[in-house]
């Protein structure tokens, strides 16, 4: 199965800053099959980013993702305070889809 | 408006059973693959079973092979998790999840709130 290595674990920043966050598959995940995830405490995830690049349903475009192969990033333009959360990325361009161990976005 | 409400979860035996159920509305829900998605205290997603559109494909996580029994009946809208020969690792918070695609293999556009399956004596 492909293992996705999310860095760094945890990431201090302000609102208004710009987040940087990076997801490392283990091998090529195909055909960017790629989404990210935002968790809040007591809360059930929340889709953000699937394709690698597109935005879910409602997602504000302060939020965006890139890459290919095996290393995407998410970023958030500039933090807002509903921003600070635990993010995830997911493959699921092979069986089992697979899970990174989550970035926790916290402020500084 | 898309609902997922799971049900069934509470404290559970080693070596007992429960049954998770995951009713969902807002959606052609035969369209549409299914899975469940678990989160142990404190720790990140894992992925434990997924049951494509018709019910005919299924697949799980190693960790729960043989043991949970995942299933739909989609005259009822509602997805199951039989899950048996619990064990104190299978203790977490377990999602439904509903994908993008008929595939189980995909991204969860729709997640529910989750039910607490606590295992221990």
């Known amino acids: 199965e492909i293992v996705l290595t999310q860095s760094p674990g945890t990431l201090s920043l302000s609102p208004g800053e710009r987040a940087t966050l990076s997801c490392r598959a283990s091998?090529?995940?195909?055909?960017?099959?790629l989404a990210w995830y935002q968790q809040k405490p007591g809360q059930a995830p929340r889709l953000l980013i699937y394709?690698?690049?597109s935005r879910a349903t409602g997602i504000p475009d302060r939020f965006s993702g890139s890459g290919s192969g095996t290393d995407f990033t998410l970023t958030i333009s500039r933090l807002e305070p509903e921003d600070f959360a635990v993010y995830y990325c997911?493959?699921?361009?092979?069986?089992?889809?697979?899970f990174g161990q989550g970035t926790k976005v916290e402020i500084k | 408006e898309v609902q997922l409400l799971e049900s069934g979860g509470g404290l559970g035996q080693p070596g007992g059973s429960l049954r998770l159920s995951c009713a969902a509305s807002?959606?052609?829900?035969?369209?549409?693959?299914m899975s469940w998605v678990r989160q142990a205290p404190g720790k990140g997603l894992e992925w434990v079973s997924g049951?494509?559109?018709?019910?005919?494909?299924?697949n799980y996580a190693d960790s729960v092979k043989g043991r949970f029994t995942i299933s739909r009946d989609n005259s009822k809208n509602t997805l199951y998790l039989q899950m048996n020969s619990l064990r104190a690792e299978d203790t977490a918070v377990y999602y439904c999840?509903?994908?993008?695609?008929?595939?189980?293999?995909?991204?969860?556009?729709?997640w529910g709130q989750g039910t607490q399956v606590t295992v221990s004596s």
């Open positions: 999840g509903k994908a993008g695609s008929s595939w189980f293999v995909d991204y969860f556009d729709y």
């Open positions: 807002g959606f052609t829900f035969s369209y549409y693959a």
């Open positions: 049951i494509s559109s018709s019910g005919g494909s299924t």
């Open positions: 091998q090529s995940v195909t055909s960017t099959y």
């Open positions: 394709g690698a690049s």
């Open positions: 997911q493959q699921y361009g092979s069986s089992p889809g697979t």
